[in-house]
């Protein structure tokens, strides 16, 4: 079915996501002690502890025949419940992945912060994994990884990967991150960047010399990076956003959108490339200008979503609906479409 993630849960049939949307199988439905006996018989002893003590539960398994599937438990109304992501053993393409060529020219750089953001299921950990491959096959380097958890294995080629998993390898992604300092690295993969401490210790990290990519939940790059400077306070805040100003190299959001015959989905995104102009708005913390500021500089390969989702559709990859429906500014990609 080219099902990206499959859930298990009481009370209905096995359901699975396929190209965005849900589907449940024809089969018979799952009792509450059939989902716990298939989640425990999933997990180790301690696992089951710490379960049962947070009761949520995130791991990764491999399967024969489909690779690597990150795990997910959780309880609802006191049941244990599953999802499932099927991550695949192979990298795709930068084509075939939709990513702008762009894209490649900032993680050549020698340091800096690279940012992929974007919702839930949006594929920032396949494009976070596609960069890494790209390093992996240009660069002499070390590349230390801390994900939660590990969900694709990559081999050595002219760069040597440490990766290291959350309760597996390290206890938590902040005491990681402090200590991966210390391995001598030079890029360090978040799996994902999640409060104050996270932030600014990336931030040291890439002002010291070191590439730094990480993922962030946040729906596009001026919210990304509100998000970022929000968190701190006082002279906390004014150090970030100068650290901020002079590290960030780019910024990636994206979103899968179904497309036309909806039998697969497409990348939509928006590509923030940190120039002169972007670094001086985020040193006078002029976040609102950052759209106008987007828009003049395309010659440096930025990229506005509405102008991505218009590309699209020109392109008869995605409906007008789904263009319309995903715009940061509807009315304008509105009167945009009509004057075309």
């Known amino acids: 079915m080219q099902a990206s993630d499959l859930h298990i849960m009481a009370g209905v049939p096995a359901a699975f996501r396929v190209t965005g949307e849900i589907i449940l199988a024809d089969e018979d439905s799952f009792s509450a002690e059939q989902v716990t006996a298939m989640a425990y018989s999933l997990i180790t002893d301690s696992q089951r502890l710490k379960f049962e003590q947070d009761w949520e539960l995130c791991l990764s398994v491999k399967h024969p025949r489909v690779g690597r599937i990150r795990v997910t438990l959780y309880r609802r ?3 244990v419940e599953m ?3 099927f991550c695949g053993e192979s990298i795709s393409t930068r084509q075939d992945l939709g990513l702008p060529a762009k894209l490649d020219d900032l993680v050549r750089r020698p340091n800096g912060l690279v940012l992929i953001v974007g919702s839930t299921g949006a594929g920032k950990t396949t494009t976070l994994n596609y960069l890494v491959d790209l390093i992996n096959s240009e660069r002499r380097c070390k590349i230390l990884t801390l994900e939660d ?3 694709f294995v990559h081999e050595n080629r002219r760069a040597i990967i440490v990766q290291q998993e959350v309760l597996t390898d390290v206890r938590s992604f902040n005491r990681a991150l402090i200590h991966a300092l210390r391995q001598d690295p030079d890029v360090i993969v978040v799996g994902e960047i999640r409060d104050h401490e996270a932030i600014a210790t990336a931030l040291t990290a890439a002002e010291t010399g ?7 939940h946040s729906p596009g790059v001026s919210h990304a990076l509100e998000r970022i400077i929000g968190v701190f306070e006082g002279a906390a805040q004014r150090q970030v956003i100068l650290q901020l100003a002079n590290t960030l190299q780019g910024i990636i959001a994206q979103e899968l959108l179904p497309s036309v015959d909806r039998l697969r989905r497409v990348l939509g995104y928006e590509l923030l490339v940190a120039n002169h102009a972007i670094r001086t708005v985020i040193r006078q913390n002029e976040l ?3 759209y106008n500021v987007m828009q ?5 390969g930025m990229v506005l979503m509405d102008n991505c989702l218009h590309d699209l559709y020109a392109r008869a990859q995605i409906s007008y609906d789904t263009a319309v429906s995903r715009a940061r500014h509807p009315d304008r990609f509105k009167l945009s479409d009509a004057a075309a």
């Open 288 to 290: 609102h200008h950052l």
């Open 210 to 216: 070191h590439l730094v990519l990480a993922t962030m």
């Open 83 to 85: 999802c499932f992501r």
């Open 77 to 79: 109304n006191g049941v």
């Open 149 to 151: 958890p590990i969900e």
């Open 296 to 300: 003049t500089s395309q010659r440096d």
